[in-house]
């Protein structure tokens, strides 16, 4: 379960950082990528020399790299990461991170992280039975954190009790467990669409809307994550897939996209339909460029493009789920529910553009979704990424 998972491996300033390397060790051997972020103090247990060889990356720890100035985003390796591991976890760090305290790069990857966060206290203890300690504890609980136990034992103070850091082969067995929990798309076959289309007026020249794929692409992103097959076919964009199990098929036109998803639907199990479609096509595209000497401007006569949706709708067979998507600019919900019946989708989900953080381009989209014989389902503004995490939840319910 753990092939292919990016994983942010957190190691903080205690004796257990030796522990780390043997789990970095681990989850390497299983298939992960694992980038360590190590804390200032943590670098007085354990080199970043042994852990960049074992992970195969730079280790980071300051905000840049002070020789060539090189910056590190803490909110890209936030974003990166399918998981965060903190571990060992000292008091100090667990107490920055209940409290947002961001004074290193740790914590503030931390606080940037979306991936869920595993964390394995190490401590004396006398510090983990503190009130603050179990507090703070309570706090990260609170946020969704993953607590790791520490086991009783031996400590470094050689007193006996809890709050030895659990082995590292036990927190690989945590992680792995959480990944099959999380990979309900195991064995499908999930297709979605992304984008723009351009439909030609001549070589240089064509029709297309402003679709950047943001929506799309982070569909096929968490289908993959959640172990499916994922086909993704994408018009004109620059973002590309982050995840090894999305192949990604780059088409120009509706008639080019319509003929890739006709080839996958047979096969697929869950289609998506994310890609803003035009809707017409210029009738006679012009072979060489149109000039622009003579008075007259071009007339441009335009044929219907066939629409993708409802031509897979038309050949669903019992057990396969379409999804389709509105994007509205007025009577929202009526023109959703219309296209939820006319293109024989299982799902709509609704996006406005009157909503400001919502639709094209936006890291943001606010939807609502419609589904056959059941109540709208109203979400606020979200990141595109949760906003596909919403969309496929629901559709495994559907499942
Ligand atoms: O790519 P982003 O910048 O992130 O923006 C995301 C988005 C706004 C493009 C996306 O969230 C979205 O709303 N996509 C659907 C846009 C659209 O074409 O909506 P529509 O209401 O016109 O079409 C309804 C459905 O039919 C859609 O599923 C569409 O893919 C499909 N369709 C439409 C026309 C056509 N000829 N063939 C189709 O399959």
New binding site residues.
């Given amino acids: 379960m753990l092939k292919g998972k990016h994983i942010v491996l957190g190691i903080t300033g205690g004796i257990a950082a030796y522990k780390s390397v043997t789990l970095l060790r681990l989850l390497v051997k299983r298939g992960a990528e694992v980038q360590v972020v190590i804390t200032p103090s943590g670098k007085e247990f354990i080199t970043p020399v042994t852990l960049s060889a074992l992970s195969g990356k730079p280790v980071i720890c300051d905000f840049f790299t002070a020789n060539t100035g090189e910056w590190h985003s803490h909110v890209d390796i936030g974003l990166w990461a399918d998981a965060m591991v903190i571990a060992p976890a000292t008091a100090c760090t667990i107490g920055k991170m209940a409290h947002g305290i961001a004074d290193n790069m740790l914590v503030t990857t931390y606080l940037s992280a979306k991936a869920p966060v595993f964390v394995a206290p190490a401590m004396d203890l006398d510090m983990m039975a503190h009130p603050s300690t179990t507090a703070n504890l309570a706090l990260l609980r609170s946020y969704g954190n993953h607590i790791i136990e520490p086991a009783e034992g031996e400590l470094a103070s050689h007193l006996t009790g809890r709050g030895r850091m659990e082995e590292p082969e036990r927190i690989v067995e945590v992680l792995d467990e959480f990944f099959s929990r999380k990979q309900p798309l195991a064995g499908k076959k999930v297709l979605v ?3 723009p289309t351009y439909e030609r007026i001549d070589p240089v020249r064509f029709i297309g809307n ?7 692409y982070a569909i096929a992103d968490a289908a993959a994550r959640m172990g499916a097959e994922v086909t993704l076919v994408s018009g004109p964009v620059s973002v590309k897939a982050s995840e090894k199990g999305v192949t990604t098929e780059h088409v120009e036109s ?1 008639r080019e996209m319509l003929a890739s998803c006709q080839k996958a639907w047979p096969e697929t199990d869950i289609a998506i ?7 017409y096509a210029p009738a006679n595209p012009s072979g060489t460029k149109i000039k622009r000497e003579g008075n007259e401007p071009p007339q441009i006569t335009l044929v219907k ?6 031509t897979l709708g038309a050949e669903k067979r019992p057990g396969q789920i379409l999804v ?5 600019t007025d009577s929202e919900e009526s023109n959703a529910v219309k ?1 939820l019946h006319s ?1 024989n989708l299982d799902m709509i989900v609704l ?1 406005s553009l009157r909503d400001p953080q919502a ?3 936006t890291d943001t ?1 606010k939807i609502t979704i419609f589904r056959q014989g059941a109540e709208p389902l109203r979400f606020p503004v979200k990141s ?1 990424r949760e906003v596909a995490v919403d969309i496929l939840d629901e559709i495994i319910k559907l499942h």
Avoid: Q, R, W, Y
Wanted: hydrophobic share 45%; glycine share 16%.
């Fill in positions: 669409t992304a984008g402003f679709s950047t794929g943001k929506m799309g509706a339909m994310c890609a803003a479609v035009a809707d493009n066939p629409d993708i949706a409802a389709g998507f509105a994007l509205e296209k293109k996006n639709g094209f381009g989209n595109k």
